[in-house]
């Protein structure tokens, strides 16, 4: 079956640890997306890959970091810098190709890891 | 002022009721609207897309765009309690994905 899985489902990180969500698709979608989830607010976003080894910060990018090595796989990183991590992540992708100013107006999310800090 | 207003709820109403759900916005170069659903620890999915205003059905579902109120509704009609979670709006204009910007959903809650 074709979509996106997320892993773990529930992280629990110590202060001052670096920890990697992890993201893969095979809907063999050119463009993955990270959202932070909180209650009371909209889906921000905090990481966007249009094609492999190019990424873009989105609203939220401080204390994340990314990469896109392979079209499958977009890994998230919470630094030790977030200062306030804990929260509910969201992974998602659409076939929005780069240079193209067409709207996709289908993204697939995965099912979501929640990450607290202990 | 938010981009994307959207009331939190909890709405809790009766099984067989029709259900109103809604979505204001401020700007104008909003041209793509949707509703998702996401039930608890879960995903959002995608149920309704609409382009520009007018009407879309789909089964009980009825997404509604009013462009020159900025205001958007999606319609229930009867709400099963397999309906019981979380919509989000979400709504964007020109450009690629990133540019969608989403309400905070309300929660409904259908009563057997």
């Known amino acids: 079956d074709g979509g996106i899985t997320q892993s773990p489902k529930y992280l629990f990180r110590k202060e001052g640890q670096n920890v990697t969500l992890s993201c893969e698709q095979n809907?063999?979608?050119?463009?993955m997306y990270w959202y932070r989830q909180d209650p009371g607010q909209g889906l921000r976003l905090i990481y966007y890959?249009?094609?492999?080894?190019?990424?873009q910060k989105g609203d939220i990018a401080e204390g994340y970091s990314v990469s896109r090595e392979k079209k499958e796989s977009f890994p998230l990183t919470v630094t030790s810098a977030q200062k306030n991590p804990t929260a509910f992540y969201l992974c998602?992708?659409?076939?929005?190709?780069?240079?193209?100013?067409?709207?996709?107006?289908?993204?697939?999310f995965g099912q979501g890891t929640r990450l607290t800090v202990v | 002022q938010k981009e994307v207003e959207q009331d939190p709820g909890p709405l809790s109403v009766p099984e067989g009721a029709i259900v109103s759900l809604n979505c204001t916005y401020s700007?104008?170069?909003?041209?793509?609207f949707m509703w998702y659903r996401q039930y608890s620890r879960k995903g959002p999915e995608l149920l309704m897309y609409?382009?520009?205003?007018g009407n879309k059905e789909d089964g009980r579902f009825t997404a509604q765009v009013d462009k020159s109120s900025k205001y958007i509704s999606l319609f229930i009609r009867d709400s099963q309690p397999s309906d019981s979670a979380t919509y989000l709006c979400?709504?964007?204009?020109?450009?690629?994905?990133?540019?969608?910007?989403f309400g905070i959903g309300t929660k409904l809650q259908v009563i057997p």
């Open positions: 809907l063999n979608h050119d463009a």
């Open positions: 890959s249009q094609i492999v080894n190019d990424f």
């Open positions: 700007n104008s170069a909003f041209q793509y």
């Open positions: 609409t382009y520009s205003s």
């Open positions: 979400a709504m964007g204009g020109s450009g690629g994905y990133q540019k969608v910007t």
């Open positions: 998602a992708s659409s076939i929005d190709r780069a240079g193209t100013a067409r709207m996709n107006t289908e993204a697939f």
